[in-house]
């Protein structure tokens, strides 16, 4: 039998906020998310207050039915929040977000993700997340919460959503 070694990518992206970190933390809460994100959809398996808190644990659900479970890990309002998802038998993937202010209209917001494989599979499905895929992943991220932030409601999946006013 060979011996599994598990393989780690990080990756990172600064994001420019059309809001203040006191607008822009709130919406970082897997509840919260499916309000400016298409087809985010989180279960609060745990949480006092029913959002992101340290220690909150939430699912979601991907693909076929594979359940992902969240846990936030650290959380400091308005600042920093880090969480960790499990994908079953898989990887785990550790999301590090500090916020600051940028200037009187925006936040400069520092994602990073680490992903580490659990297994052979997972190994594969990290090697899938290269600078680019990441990058796209987040500038789509960027331009669905910036949308939200600025016009209240959420972006259309091909992000051509014409805003009434």
């Known amino acids: 039998m060979s011996k599994f070694l598990s393989k780690r990518i990080t990756r990172e992206y600064i994001q420019l906020n059309a809001g203040q970190p006191e607008n822009v933390f709130p ?7 499916s309000e400016w994100l ?3 959809k989180a279960k609060v398996i745990y949480s006092s207050t029913g959002i992101s808190e340290d220690g909150a644990i939430f699912q979601t659900t991907h693909g ?4 992902i479970t969240w846990i936030i890990t ?3 309002p308005n600042s920093h929040i880090e969480m960790l998802y499990i994908v079953p038998d898989t990887m785990i993937v550790r999301i590090n977000i500090q916020l600051e202010k940028h200037d009187d209209r925006h936040t400069k917001t520092r994602i990073r993700y680490t992903y580490t494989g659990l297994t052979e599979k997972g190994n594969s499905e990290v090697e899938k997340f290269t600078e680019e895929s990441f ?3 987040m500038e789509h991220w960027e331009k669905a919460i910036n949308f939200y932030l600025i016009y209240g409601k959420i972006i259309s999946l091909g992000g051509h959503h ?3 006013r």
């Open 162 to 164: 014409t805003p009434s």
């Open 27 to 33: 919406l970082l809460c897997p509840v919260r998310e």
């Open 38 to 40: 298409p087809h985010f």
């Open 135 to 137: 990058n796209q992943q």
């Open 74 to 76: 650290k959380y400091n």
């Open 64 to 67: 076929d039915d594979v359940k």
